[in-house]
């Protein structure tokens, strides 16, 4: 059952991800795309698309990141995205939310189908941490997530508590608050692109970085670097 589950899993991705990419590309004139007023456009159209039905569209958006992440998405895409579409509160909000709902649902399907390939991939990286975890899940795994994962790919990071068969509540805690320092600097550079276009009459790279929605959401980001660093070499000491 495990061997069937894993080849729907891997063909639902490559459906959804494949129908995503027709949609996005259909609309999308890419002859047009070096021309700064095109993406003026399409910034008009978004917005009066979604300011006509705010509610609906962050409920299907929702939807979608959750279903996203089980599938092993990418998180970053959906954040940019996020910015863009609901602004830097409500876009942290609905991606913080149903991304932490998708990773939960994920480790959940890993710890009950996967647990072996889990295992034979991240146990020995990370056998010497095994028994702090176990013996502080949520004190450790919160700090793996404010550490941006150690550089794993983020559907790894969601199926690292495999390794310590984590509880579901403290997996969902410790992902919660541990990636909204994350969530929120990519949402708001997401925001920043989009105010950015909306007032710009024409792009200048230098202008954009300058701007204050882009340059605060980078100094955060380097902050959170050296954050990450630091717990890096308290909690793992950085040769993970």
């Known amino acids: 059952m495990g061997k069937n589950f894993k080849i729907f899993l891997g063909i639902s991705y490559l459906i959804i991800l494949t129908l995503f ?83 939960l649902i994920l480790y959940v399907i890993a710890n009950f189908f996967f647990s072996d390939l889990v295992n034979k991939l991240l146990r020995q990286r990370f056998l010497k941490y095994i028994d702090k975890f ?24 969601n199926t690292l508590p495999v390794l310590f068969n ?12 541990g990636l909204v320092p994350h969530f929120f600097i990519w949402n708001s550079v997401g925001a920043g692109l989009n105010n950015y276009i909306m007032q710009a009459n024409s792009f200048n790279i230098f202008e954009l970085i300058l701007s204050k929605e882009i340059y605060l959401p980078i100094i955060m980001f380097l902050f959170l670097i ?7 070499r308290k909690f793992f000491d950085e040769r993970i």
């Open 21 to 103: 990419l027709y949609f996005i590309f259909s609309y999308v004139q890419l002859s047009r795309l070096n021309e700064f007023s095109y993406y003026k456009e399409i910034q008009f159209i978004l917005t009066r698309f979604i300011d006509e039905s705010i509610l609906i569209n962050s409920i299907f958006y929702f939807l979608f990141s959750i279903i996203w992440i089980v599938l092993l998405g990418f998180a970053s895409p959906l954040l940019i995205i996020s910015g863009i579409l609901f602004g830097k509160w409500i876009g942290t909000f609905i991606t913080i939310t149903s991304i932490s709902i998708g990773s």
């Open 226 to 232: 050296l954050v990450s660093i630091l717990i890096k």
């Open 134 to 157: 176990r013996k502080k899940e949520f004190y450790y795994f919160f700090a793996f997530r404010l550490a941006g994962g150690l550089g794993l790919p983020f559907f790894l990071q």
């Open 166 to 177: 984590m509880k579901k509540l403290n997996y969902f805690l410790a992902s919660l608050l």
